[in-house]
């Protein structure tokens, strides 16, 4: 048992890094969208026009 403790927290800890890196990505994904969309908000209408 003490062997699989062990073994557990090198996991928990490269999903802990994977989880905060996902994070990150997510929110700088969604600053960037955000930018996107308010360049494209200038462009839509008059590509619809």
Same mark, same amino acid.
């Given at each position: 048992m003490?062997?699989?403790k062990k073994a557990l927290k090198i996991?928990?800890? !490269? *999903?802990? !890094?994977v989880t905060h890196a996902v994070v990150w990505v997510a929110l700088?994904?969604? *600053?960037?969208?955000?930018? !996107?969309?308010?360049?494209?908000?200038i462009q839509i209408p008059t590509a619809f026009r």
């Open positions: 003490k062997s699989k996991p928990f800890g !490269i *999903t802990n !890094i700088f994904l969604l *600053t960037v969208a955000q930018l !996107i969309l308010k360049k494209m908000d």
